[in-house]
């Protein structure tokens, strides 16, 4: 794979979301590669900011609690930026069908407030936004490429898609560089754990570490496809790269593996385990998109972005990582 | 054509934006068909509600001056309708890029209001919604089908468009009749003609009557689609059709004309007028999407939808509504 297209030292860069998984972890990248960095992040009960995941780096950067609304504070955060990695978000698509208007205001409302503000910025920020491949919902085939329908089965798909419209939008009205990434099953350490609101994966590394049996959902045979922390990470660095301005690209591996081979992966890495296969919650089950994989193929050519983590490595390096720390997440 | 599939004699609708241009049109409708009408409308001064527009009518019907977004209000009027015709919105292209977030609540929040309110009503009323072509963008070719790429190139577009996929999810998740039509440009007697914001034809049919002469912008070559306003209250009474649940159908009239075509006929329906061709304001250029024209063969296909009133007849009696009632809409 080929290095970032930037190299980040001594460049101001803003991290929006900041205290939760993926923010954080990117967070720490570009403390280690010099960055100036501030992360902004509302702490959100409903989202995943937590303390917990910038120990170690607190002195190294820079944290404000303000949310994206807040159009004065969020003013000069902007002006002061050359990048942006804009990883505020709510992600529960259950969430999102409970209180759609919340969703509306976190996914919407804020990812406006933070456009805005960058159109109006002394000078412009390049930014790259974390999108979803929630939109395109049930896929119509395999693997999904970026042409696929937008057709997203939940409040929160119907959000992202519009966050992701925003940010092409303002990318060519108001000449703002503009990467998108649509990012699948993200996980790794510090991923979210307490409860299955984000992704069930948590739960599993949760129950695992602390001796308990986990539960799939469904049969067991749905295909979905898992991005390591470290190689979401990459793909965002390299989004800043002028050759992405303007696209959104597909994250995903092309080797999915089904539910339940992934919970025989988790059990193997953990040295150990069990689980059950029960049938879905009802909630759950009518916002289900059934197999999904990603055909990251234009994220491949146009920045050579490969994922390099095999599951095996990073469910073992996640289970080690909840060992060590899982008192400050569970 | 064929009839509505449902005679609405005596069933409860409620016709939400009410007071506006195709809103209060096909409550004209609804009443002389002997349907109880309730119509409720925010009045929000960046939309086209206007009493001018149920003159002769308020007696005969029930108006409610109220926001979608005031959900105490809106329970008891969605519980007491069997269909809603759902046609409150904010429109202006150029409005949505200056205050996107007043788009945000007029377009987003609004409708997810009075959807959840649908949701948790004891008796579930069908729902047509009043899309928008703006959703598919620049076209990618012509004529625009409903599979067309939705690529909105104003907020205003991405808006409408999350708009019509919470009634699609609604639908689905819910169980709730619903049907979507992506009306083009919608034209006749009350129509907004204060200023462009909504629509350049509604100022040329205002200066042609005042006696003034008009503008062009762009080159005049551009193509466009227009549908009379009795011809879209059809295709709305048409939609409550079965065979329509769960579709989003395009109106529009496969013979398009060009900007200046269209000129041409309205001056001459006029019996005189002049015109000039100017350069794209600078704002408006950045939005607008170049040739369009629909491809309506699905609703004529399913409902059995066709436009009926010619280009020439629409304007004359355009031009004619406002040379008589002028006053109340300038």
Redesign the interface.
């Known amino acids: 794979m080929t290095g970032p297209a930037v190299d980040f030292r001594a460049h101001r860069v803003l991290v929006t979301g900041g205290l939760g998984f993926i923010g954080s972890t990117l967070a720490r990248t570009l403390v280690d590669a010099g960055a100036d960095v501030t992360i902004v992040d509302s702490l959100a009960p409903e989202c995943g900011g937590n303390y917990a995941n910038v120990d170690g780096i607190e002195a190294a950067l820079t944290i404000v609690e303000a949310d994206l609304r807040d159009t004065s504070r969020l003013a000069a955060l902007v002006d002061g930026s050359e990048f942006i990695f804009n990883l505020a978000g709510h992600t529960s698509h259950i969430d999102s069908?409970n209180t759609?208007?919340l969703d509306?205001q976190l996914n919407?409302?804020a990812q406006?407030?933070l456009l805005?503000a960058c159109r109006h910025a002394r000078a412009t920020p390049a930014i790259v936004f974390a999108g979803t491949r929630q939109i395109y919902g049930r896929p119509r085939y395999l693997p999904v490429d970026e042409?696929h329908?937008?057709e997203?089965?939940?409040?929160n798909g119907?959000?992202k898609?519009?966050g992701e419209?925003?940010h092409l939008?303002y990318g060519s009205?108001y000449d703002i560089p503009v990467a998108v990434l649509r990012l699948t099953n993200t996980y790794g350490p510090r991923m979210y754990v307490r409860d299955a609101r984000q992704t069930f994966l948590g739960v599993w590394m949760r129950e695992l570490v602390q001796g308990r049996p986990f539960e799939i959902w469904g049969d067991g045979a749905q295909r979905r496809d898992f991005t390591y922390i470290d190689d979401a990470i990459a793909a965002l660095l390299l989004a800043v790269d002028p050759r992405a301005n303007g696209r959104a690209l597909n994250l995903g591996d092309e080797r999915p593996v089904t539910l339940k081979e992934l919970a025989d992966l988790a059990v193997a890495a953990n040295g150990g385990g069990s689980y059950s296969i029960v049938p879905f919650p009802e909630d759950r089950k009518?916002?289900d998109i059934g197999d999904y994989v990603a055909d990251p193929g234009a994220i491949r050519e146009l920045l050579g972005w490969n994922p390099t983590i095999a599951l095996e490595d990073g469910l073992a390096r996640t289970l080690a990582f909840y060992r060590e720390h899982g008192e400050r997440y569970w």
Chains 1, 2 share one sequence.
């Open positions: 069908m759609p208007q509306l919407c409302a406006l407030s805005e042409s329908p937008i997203p089965v939940d409040v119907i959000h898609a519009a419209q925003y939008l009205r009518r916002i």
